[in-house]
């Protein structure tokens, strides 16, 4: 199979989800609600008190990591519900579907960061002293959320209690990226550190690639019976 | 067979289990009755110089560094029989893979709470979070998920397939844990036996104890490892 039909059969996977996922705006709404009321469950919580940056930087990531864990589950759950997956089967290769999904979940986390974090911003008035790694650490960070959270999606929707199995399982294979993304947050929030943490920063990006490799060579023997 | 005769065949047939327990026996009456106890250096306020101070919690290191030894070699065998359930799909892989992580669960929590026991007199709490205490922990809370995750699995090879599949992602995440989590925060804990040159720090009669509770502890699991297995095949008999 050429290397386009390929790109565009996946790019399929893709449209379809965004489409279905636009008729219901199921995981959406569900996200977006979930980070918004634990954003302001956080900030009134705190009760006008001015928490230094390792503080809000653990805040942002631990709200980052279960807003996504309310989502993630659904792209392979609703296939399972919907028993559309028999025809996913037919219709693309593994490899493809993983990817799909993959870019997918990969939207849906960065487009619910992209309206929480400048909420957690304002709320919590934090200013990010180096915009460039505050997005880099966030951006990379959602990279591997999405990587671990696609195996672990596709592994949930096969079990007998979907959904609610997710976070057990996901969370501690993220807690590396939890780790480093907190630490990278952090110095891109103090003032007077290097502008980026690249060493953190790396570690982000091979646990994205480790993580995403090792889901596409595992996926098949998840998907196909 | 006459009665006699097979109960001397069982004596002779089982005869590395009685020295197990012999050398299990021996290991625990040298750690508190033999070895002398350890002196280690200790800082002097009033001569202002380092001066030797006995130092009785080594004994806890001749069980607790064995057990979790046997806990990682128990989860890498857990790995390999894993990659083994995916390559062949046989069900004896998945059984002596989940087996394993069990026996790798048990022993791991035995070496936190007995790790944890000596951190309380040593550096003055049970918790630290410590590097290797945090990774220990990581890895309960990963083979805790791996039997979540079979029991919610009822067709037996979906079970062996995905929880295999589970078992090598976790197992993707060792470097992360080994590299990154010991930047965390600083080490607070013992040098390994083996220092940075390959040079042993440890006295004769404190090595040999030592090295026969870790070949003990290890034979001990291959047996447990063993008989957990057997037990499962005689009850489904297959």
């Known amino acids: ?225 | 067979m006459s009665s006699a005769q097979r109960d001397g065949n069982w004596f002779f047939r089982h005869w590395w289990k009685w020295l197990l327990f012999l050398g299990m026996i021996l290991v625990l009456a040298a750690t508190f009755l033999w070895l002398p106890v350890v002196q280690r250096p200790a800082w002097d306020a009033a001569t202002n110089s380092w001066k030797p101070e006995p130092w009785p919690l080594f004994r806890i290191m001749i069980f607790h560094v064995p057990m979790s030894w046997v806990a990682t070699i128990a989860f890498l065998v857990a790995t390999i029989h894993s990659i083994q359930v995916l390559r062949t799909g046989s069900r004896l892989a998945d059984l002596k893979a989940a087996t394993a992580s069990e026996l790798g669960l048990l022993f791991g929590i035995m070496a936190t709470v007995t790790g944890s026991i000596w951190a309380r007199y040593e550096w003055g709490s049970f918790w630290n979070w410590d590097p290797r205490e945090t990774s220990i922990l990581i890895l309960i809370l990963i083979y805790g998920a791996y039997f979540a995750l079979r029991s919610a699995i009822p067709t037996e090879t979906t079970r062996a397939r995905l929880s295999a599949v589970y078992a090598i992602l976790a197992f993707l995440m060792v470097p992360f844990l080994v590299f990154i989590v010991p930047r965390m925060v600083e080490s607070l804990h013992p040098a390994p036996i083996l220092d940075r040159r390959g040079k042993m720090q440890m006295d004769k009669e404190l090595l040999v104890v030592f090295l026969s509770s870790l070949t003990l502890f290890t034979i001990l699991f291959g047996w447990l490892w063993h008989l957990k297995v057997s037990i499962v095949r005689a009850r489904d008999r297959w």
């Not at chain 1, 219901?24 to 009134?44: E, G, I, K």
């Not at chain 1, 296939?79 to 870019?103: D, H, I, N």
Request: charged letters at 10%; one cysteine or more; glycine letters at 8%.
């Open chain 1, 1 to 225: 199979m050429s290397s386009a039909s390929w790109i565009s059969r996946t790019l399929a996977i893709l449209a379809k989800d965004a489409r279905a996922e636009l008729r219901t705006r199921y995981a959406l709404n569900a996200v977006l609600l979930f980070a918004l009321s634990s954003l302001v469950a956080v900030s009134m919580s705190l009760a006008g008190a001015r928490p230094g940056p390792d503080m809000l930087a653990a805040f942002l990531w631990i709200l980052m990591v279960f807003a996504a864990m309310a989502g993630l589950p659904r792209s392979f759950v609703h296939e399972e519900e919907r028993q559309t997956s028999g025809w996913l089967k037919l219709s693309a290769s593994p490899a493809m579907v993983y990817c799909g999904k993959f870019a997918f979940n990969l939207l849906l986390i960065l487009l619910v960061e992209l309206v929480t974090v400048p909420i957690f911003l304002v709320l919590l008035n934090v200013t990010p002293v180096h915009p460039a790694a505050f997005c880099l650490a966030i951006g990379l960070g959602c990279l591997g959320l999405a990587a671990a959270g696609t195996l672990v999606a596709a592994i949930v929707a096969r079990t007998q209690n979907r959904g609610s199995l997710f976070a057990a399982l996901a969370l501690p294979l993220l807690l590396p990226v939890i780790v480093t993304g907190t630490i990278a947050t952090r110095e891109s929030l103090s003032p007077g550190t290097g502008a980026v943490a690249w060493g953190e920063v790396r570690v982000l990006l091979s646990y994205a690639v480790v993580v995403f490799t090792g889901g596409l060579l595992l996926f098949e023997f998840v998907w196909n019976d």
